[in-house]
């Protein structure tokens, strides 16, 4: 299967994953559209939409200047270190809504927008949905949930006769600059995770990505948990 003549909508296009994922498939001939605040930094070729996935009625918007779909890539996150017992709640509503609230919103807004004969939609989870690191606080809720949304989201497909097919990527550490917001305060700990460990590329999880978005339409993978191979939970 090839990408040619596609269009990809990403979110958090304008770095990290996101970016990675822009540019292979743009590579792939693929017709990308990159969703996020920072259009200024999206890759050559894509094509800019602005919005803020925290803001519900910025994603309506958004969506309503979409004409049409055959893939959309749920990428955009936000990761603070924000435990339960003394975390800003604050936090825990920025990442809800853009990590959780704005992902399924996104998925709901472009299954009308798929072809007939089904489009994909790619949630970028995480291990933190897998399993809760000490420190995962009140983020691996986030992705958590990001697992039963996408779960939920197939069945549902399913019941209803959709031929959309639904997957999701769950990496463990990714070298982008997430990790400087999520370990902040705990600079010294980054440091020697990335002198430790040979960390995933966003291109790692690129390189993913399109293995799911090519495999033969009768194949739905529905998610690959991926960690560099330093990587011990
Ligand atoms: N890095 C890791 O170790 C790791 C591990 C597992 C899973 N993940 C997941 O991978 C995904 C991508 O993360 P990354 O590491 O590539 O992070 P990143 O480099 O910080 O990029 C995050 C992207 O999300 C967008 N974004 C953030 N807040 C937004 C908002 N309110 N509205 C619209 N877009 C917003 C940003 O765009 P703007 O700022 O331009 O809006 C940016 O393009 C996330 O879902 C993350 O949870 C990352």
Redesign the pocket.
Known sequence: MTLKGKTALI??????????LAILLQEQQAEVI??????S??PAGVTPLQ?????AG?IENAFQQVHSLDILI??????HLSPLTTGDPAQWQ?MW???VH??ALCAQKSLSLFPETGGHILN?????GHRVPPSGGF?AA??FA?RAVTEALRAELKNAGNPTRVSS???????????D??FQGREEQLQKTRNTMQ??S?EH?AETALHILTAPPSVEINDVLIRSADQAV
């Open positions: 979110t958090g296009a304008s770095s990290g994953i996101g970016k990675a990159g969703l996020c605040r920072n259009t930094q999206l919005g803020d996935l925290s803001q910025e749920n990428n955009a996150g936000r990761a920025e809504q853009i990590n704005g992902l970028i989870s995480s291990m933190s983020y986030t992705k990001v990527i769950s990496p463990g550490f990714v070298d982008t600059p997430l990790l917001i999520y960390m995933l966003p999880i």
